[in-house]
């Protein structure tokens, strides 16, 4: 279990969505992560602020890129391209929650639909990819945080054995605890999502 350096709170640093909060939307916020959406147009540049340690998750216009950047306090965001820009701004708290030892890790089980992006000491990311009619089968995850970078109809069968049906629109955001599950995308195109678990 990987411990966060200390670092000042949101509630005495500047924090980003109280500095714009046209550009930061809080999507997740929980005793562990805090989950940003951050909106620029092109050229655009937000404010200067601190932040704890931070994966982000690029919904536009690269889809599905993945960085760590360590904590700051004097940063600021900025889009240089001359299109908008969208990202999930994943925060990371505290000491990760106690999860469930994963024995059936997806990326050594069905290591064609799940690659690795990113791994360190911090956060595990993920990038699964699944074609129309691919089911994956049995895996576990940590608790995570999942961004959906296409528009996607899956269905997920739990290790319990209920059936989730799951449809998400690209740019999607949620946060799961420790699950156990497979699962078939039912849809007519190739499905795409980050998840970035916990450690």
């Known amino acids: 279990m990987s411990l966060l350096p200390a670092f000042c709170s949101t509630a005495s640093a500047q924090d980003p969505v109280a500095a714009a909060p046209t550009l930061y939307k809080v999507e997740v916020d929980n005793q562990w992560v805090r989950v940003l959406r951050l909106t620029l147009g092109a050229h655009q540049k937000g404010p200067r602020h601190s932040h704890r340690p931070e994966v982000v998750v690029w919904v536009t216009p690269t889809p599905g890129q993945v960085a760590f950047r360590p904590a700051s306090t004097t940063d600021s965001d900025e889009n240089p391209s001359d299109a908008p820009l969208e990202q999930a701004i994943i925060e990371l708290k505290q000491n990760p929650p106690t999860s469930t030892r994963i024995a059936l890790d997806p990326v050594a089980i069905d290591p064609e ?15 699964t990819v699944l074609e129309p009619g691919i089911k994956s089968p049995l895996h576990e995850h940590p608790h995570y945080v999942v961004v959906y970078i296409t528009e996607l109809h899956t269905t997920m069968k739990l290790g319990d054995g209920r059936e989730v049906d799951n449809p998400r629109r690209a740019g999607d955001i949620g946060w799961r605890d420790y699950m156990k599950h497979e699962t078939l995308n039912i849809g007519k195109q190739t499905a795409a999502e980050i998840q970035v678990e916990l450690k």
């Open 113 to 127: 639909y799940h690659k690795v992006v990113l791994d360190n000491s911090y956060v595990r990311a993920i990038r």
